[in-house]
Structures are given as C-alpha cells and as structure tokens.
C-alpha cells in the first residue's frame, strides 16, 4: 500500500489508499460479498458471488494504510506474514535491488488478530520455496506455523507461496505441516474443483480498476473454464 510513484521495481503494485477503497467497492458495486478466505472455500454452494482479500508478507503500511480501510467496510482478510520479517524489514525485496519497507512489528500482529483478521504464514524469509533441500523447506515451512501461532496463540491455518512458486513436493510439506489452504499466484476462479493448496488469486495493482478490473475477473473466469492462459 502506498504511493505508486515511489522508487520501487514492484511500483505497481503500491495502491493509493483511495484507490483501495474504490477496488473494494467494485467488487461491492458488482454484487460479489466479502468472504473469508476458509468460508469461500469451505462451502461450495457459495462459491460464487464471494470474494476474500489476501495481503502478502506483512509490510508497515499495510497495518496503517489497508486494514484500517477493511476494518471500517467490515471485510475480512487474510494476512499473511514473513516471521523473519517481524519489526524488521523486506530484506528479501532489498537483495532483489528493490527499496527498504518496514514490516509490522508482533504487537501490531497481536492486535490485527484481535481485530479479527485471520494471520497466515509467508515462510520464514521469502525464499523460492522450489528451489529449497527437503530440510530447509520443512524449516520454511513448519517453523514460520509454529512461530506464528506461539506469536498469536492461536492455530496458523493459510500459507502464501512466496513468488507463488509451488510444485507437488512444496504442497505435500504445507499439508503435513497442517495448513489447510494455500495461496499462489496464478489468475483463475475458486470453483469446486480447486485445490485448496493452490488458492488462485487476482492480483491488484495501482490500476485496478473498471476495464482493468473487469479484464483481469473475465481470464479468471476464462481459466476457470479452460479457456485462455493465465496471467495475474
Ligand atoms: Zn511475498
């Protein structure tokens, strides 16, 4: 969240506050009812009509710019948090060359959870997960679940693919971890039929909004049918 003018390589994906608010009122004004993430894909027979919001890693300005907004519209999202990241900052973004982000400290955490936003776990340090030995995976992976859960104590349920990058072997130690869905980044539906180790996602960024928004909710719907790639 934040300006889309700063020096970032990602600049995209930084939204105006304002322009937060009016993507979440698109989704409102087109008739879709904010869900969380485990109703949406929980129930089938709703499937359709809902829509949950997803952050990724944990950055500063989204506890101060997005959750207030969320909180105040009454949508439930779901957050999900680099451990090594806590109260520090985006050292995996900076090794890419990219600008210093603040992340959230454990105590904004505490209170996030209490304000009823569900936590999920981003790993512990970012890293491709496919590239990983069996053992550093299992670290990346059991270790943020029960770092974060001592952190809120409560269960840690969702995990979020760093860069999206997931394979057979990364989904089978997120299931035996426990968690019960996972999200990537690819440009697709939930339907019935999704694997809920690979959530797929519509990425929003800067520009959003009206012929963009509405491009990006038709290839998911496209993917969904098997029609067309899939691009976020
Ligand atoms: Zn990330």
């Avoid at 981003?122 to 270790?143: G, V």
């Amino acid at each position: 969240m934040g300006s889309p003018f700063v020096r970032s390589i990602v600049r995209g994906q930084y939204v105006f506050p304002r322009v937060f608010r009016w993507q979440l009122n698109a989704f409102l004004t087109r008739q879709y009812h904010p869900a969380k993430l485990a109703n949406l894909l929980n129930d089938p027979a709703q499937l359709t009509g809902q829509f949950a919001v997803t952050f990724d890693d944990g950055y500063t300005s989204m506890a101060r710019l997005a959750c207030p907004i969320l909180l105040e519209m009454r949508i439930p999202a779901t957050l999900f948090i680099v451990v090594e990241g806590i109260g520090k900052t985006n050292v995996w973004d900076q090794r890419e060359g990219d600008c210093v982000e603040t992340m959230c400290t454990a105590a904004e955490l505490r209170e996030l959870a209490e304000q009823g936003f569900e936590i999920g776990s981003h790993s512990m340090n970012h890293p491709r997960l496919t590239r990983l030995t069996d053992a550093e995976l299992r670290t990346e992976i059991f270790d943020s679940k029960k770092a974060l859960e001592d952190l809120l104590g409560r269960p840690v349920l969702s995990f979020s693919y760093p860069y999206g990058e997931q394979d057979a072997r990364v989904r089978q130690v997120v299931a035996e971890a426990g968690y019960t869905y996972a999200t990537a980044t690819t440009l697709n539906a939930v339907t019935s039929v999704t694997d809920p180790l690979a959530v797929p996602r519509v990425n929003m960024r800067w520009n959003t909004l009206g012929p963009e928004l509405a491009g990006k909710l038709r290839r998911a719907y496209q993917a969904a049918e098997g029609i067309g790639d899939a691009h976020t």
